[in-house]
């Protein structure tokens, strides 16, 4: 399986204090901190930041990226997330077994969809012109596995959008 965002996972050596936080895929944010806002000293995750500005809580299924005193990713593993995920502050309607006509029935069409050899679908979508990007990745035959909220995301490098085969004109339109 391959990964589309900016920083490589890790793992801490043991889990930290069991977390629940609400990440809300449509306004950005986790637990009300949006991507790209300062993030203040009594996130429940600040504490526990290592010095490459990653935070892992091994087994809740959350990694949070932090880059000059923001937060720049959010990487959700579906498969051990404790959280939960939310649309504009209401309950999202599909957990880790989605399809992309769940998927797609929330968040539209995606600003584009990549298909590996091995049947691993990856669907793009692009807000505030491309500063923001949402990553579905799906695995054949077992659904939704991980999703990915952040900033000037894998598309917004012209290489990469090469590399996809992208053919739509950059930046997107909010979608």
Known sequence: MFRFFKAKPKLVPAPLAAVTPRIDLKCFSCDGIELGSPMPGDAFFAKDIDSEGIYANRGSGIELGVEEGVLDYIYITLADFKGSLMEEGRAIGFGRHATEAEVEAVFGRPFHRD?????????????????????????????????????????????????????????????
Not at 147 to 170: H, N
Request: aromatic residues 10%.
């Open 115 to 175: 298909v590996d050899a091995d049947g691993e679908v990856i669907r793009f979508h692009e807000y505030r012109s491309g500063k923001i990007e949402l990553q579905f990745e799906f695995l054949p035959d077992r659904g939704l596995e991980v999703i990915t909220v952040c900033r000037d995301g894998v598309l917004s490098g012209e290489e990469q959008r090469r590399s996809y085969k992208v053919t739509r004109a950059w930046p997107p339109t909010d979608g």
